[in-house]
């Protein structure tokens, strides 16, 4: 509204899908909330990276370096960046910054590469994916997510992780 762009994403499971997709989507999608609920003034960009790395780890998955969020405001993609992997970015987040965490987690190795439709977004060993994305506002004491929406029972895209 009034200039001001949104962004989100989510996989989402379409037909017979064997437990290890379904763990993957799982893990990313906890991921995710992971590095929200870690996100409140005084931490930096880098515990984002270093809760999703480590939830990859521990369930045996890479996050892709490629790919990363971003400040989102009057402008689509701005910083700050934010990487979803480990790093030393000891940027500080303060109240009023608004960014997108959107972990993109894969099977097998993480390098990847656009198809000719310059959108999708394939494993380069032909693995699979997952990715989650939600835009968040840090507050004074925590952040808000912008993008949650409707988690009802009546929402047929609602998350049901």
């Not at 989510?10 to 017979?16: F, P």
Request: net charge negative; proline share 4%.
């Amino acid at each position: 509204e009034e200039g001001y762009f949104g962004d989100n994403c989510a996989t989402v499971l379409v037909g017979e899908v064997d437990e290890k997709g379904r763990e993957l989507s799982r893990v990313t999608a906890e991921a995710l909330t992971a590095a929200i609920d870690g996100c409140r003034p005084g931490s930096c960009l880098s515990d984002i990276g270093a809760t999703i790395h480590a939830m990859a780890d521990e369930h045996g998955y890479e996050s892709v370096e490629k790919y990363c969020g971003h400040g989102i405001g009057t402008t689509f993609h701005s910083p700050p960046f934010v990487q979803h992997f480990r790093n030393w970015d000891r940027f500080e987040l303060v109240p009023g910054m608004v960014f997108t965490i959107e972990p993109m987690l894969v099977e097998g190795s993480q390098k990847c590469h656009v198809l000719g439709d310059d959108w999708t977004v394939v494993t380069n060993d032909g693995s699979r994916a997952a990715q989650f994305e939600h835009m968040i506002a840090i507050t004074e004491d925590g952040c808000e997510v912008l993008t949650a929406g409707d988690r009802s029972d009546e929402n047929p895209l609602a998350l049901a992780f």
